[in-house]
T-cell receptor, first 111, second 116 residues
Framework: RKEVEQDPGPFNVPEGATVAFNCTYS??????FFWYRQDCRKEPKLLMS???SGNEDGRFTAQLNRASQYISLLIRDSKLSDSATYLC????????????FGTGTRLKVLA | GAGVSQSPSNKVTEKGKDVELRCDPISGHTALYWYRQSLGQGLEFLIY????????KSGLPSDRFSAERTGGSVSTLTIQRTQQEDSAVYLC??????????????FGPGTRLTVL
């Protein structure tokens, strides 16, 4: 089992749709969680950190479920510019420094 | 402010040649990571530098790979006797271990390496 697993997609959705991605992680001691966005042939960029209480940034909402060891990303009112690959990233227990990256979920928003 | 920079942006080399990739982290960031991303794959951890501590080289795939970080700033990743399977994008990231966003990594644009 991979340490961080994501559905590779692609998710093809029309503009304005709501889309959700899940990511599961295997290390129950993991402490920090992130969603990164990666455009084609570009570097990953932080989209948002994921907090225990859940957090929202505009059209994006991230949730963490420690009991089931998954995090989610919800995108509302999808825009064409949201088309990208979304990477789930997990960092281990406090004091560790390694980040484990999922292989990413590809999103394509269609006009 | 200036972000993480990497050079060259693209490198095409012949099998068996040595290559050197450079990373300039964000000023003041003490933590530096190298990753490799092959087509359609996730980021693969290669090496981690933190201040003056011994680096974690556990992710280097073979002894053909080495890296150093001079003066706690610029880092170079060297691949000797390149093989075709070394073709990938090599990404560098830095992190500031102080302040409010200590967990956030900032990535450079990467070096796309093609071994013919």
């Amino acid at each position: 089992r991979k340490e961080v697993e994501q559905d590779p997609g692609p998710f093809n959705v029309p503009e304005g749709a709501t889309v959700a991605f899940n990511c599961t992680y295997s290390n129950s001691a993991s402490q920090s969680f992130f969603w990164y966005r990666q455009d084609c042939r570009k570097e990953p960029k932080l989209l948002m950190s994921v907090y225990s209480s859940g957090n929202e940034d505009g059209r994006f909402t991230a949730q963490l479920n420690r009991a089931s060891q998954y995090i989610s990303l919800l995108i509302r009112d999808s825009k064409l510019s949201d088309s990208a690959t979304y990477l789930c990233v997990v960092k281990g227990a406090s004091g560790t420094y390694k980040y484990i990256f999922g292989t990413g979920t590809r999103l394509k928003v269609l006009a | 402010g200036a972000g993480v920079s990497q050079s060259p942006s693209n490198k095409v080399t012949e099998k068996g040649k040595d290559v050197e990739l450079r990373c300039d982290p964000i000023s003041g960031h003490t933590a530096l990571y190298w990753y490799r991303q092959s087509l359609g794959q996730g980021l693969e951890f290669l090496i981690y530098f933190q201040g003056n501590s011994a680096p974690d080289k556990s992710g280097l795939p073979s002894d053909r790979f080495s890296a150093e970080r001079t003066g706690g700033s610029v880092s170079t990743l060297t691949i000797q006797r390149t093989q075709q399977e070394d073709s990938a994008v090599y990404l560098c990231a830095s992190r500031d271990k102080r302040g409010a966003h200590t967990d956030t990594q900032y990535f450079g644009p990467g070096t796309r390496l093609t071994v013919l």
